[in-house]
């Protein structure tokens, strides 16, 4: 069992940056893909990025490429995702959400939400023009 507790959102300005984290519950946690996911009102959820168990592989959407960040802390139990040069289609509420993956299937498993086993409760984010 994991659990997630996200936190780190809140109001920013195009252009600006902030950083989100999830805190993870569990020994297992360096066992676990983790992966970020946002939905925006009237929108489904949408995959961003995620980071393999050790945090050497990393896959990203194509509409944040360039302009965030995921990476993680196992010592910590912490995933993080680092979002610079925020425009306001960049808001919705940000999911962080875990799930275990042989290698093989990193790529093409993770940006699809029903491999995830685990899920936090979301953060806002609210990007102003």
């Known amino acids: 069992q994991v659990q997630l507790v996200e936190s780190g959102g809140g109001l920013a300005q195009a252009g600006g940056s902030l950083r989100l984290s999830c805190a993870a519950s569990?020994?297992?946690?360096?066992?676990?893909?983790m992966g970020w996911f946002r939905q925006a009102p009237g929108k489904e959820r949408e995959f961003v990025a995620a980071?393999?168990?050790?945090?050497?592989?990393?896959y990203y959407a194509d509409s944040v490429k360039g302009r965030f960040t995921i990476s993680r802390d196992n010592a910590e139990n912490t995933v993080y995702l680092q979002m610079n040069s925020l425009k306001p289609e960049d808001t919705a509420v940000y999911y962080c959400?875990?799930?275990?993956?042989?290698?093989?299937?990193?790529?093409?498993?993770?940006?699809?939400?029903?491999?995830?086993?685990?899920w936090g409760q979301g953060t806002q984010v609210t990007v102003s023009s």
């Open positions: 569990g020994r297992t946690f360096s066992s676990y893909a």
């Open positions: 959400a875990a799930y275990q993956v042989v290698p093989a299937y990193f790529f093409s498993r993770s940006a699809e939400a029903r491999w995830y086993d685990y």
């Open positions: 980071i393999n168990w050790s945090g050497s592989s990393t």
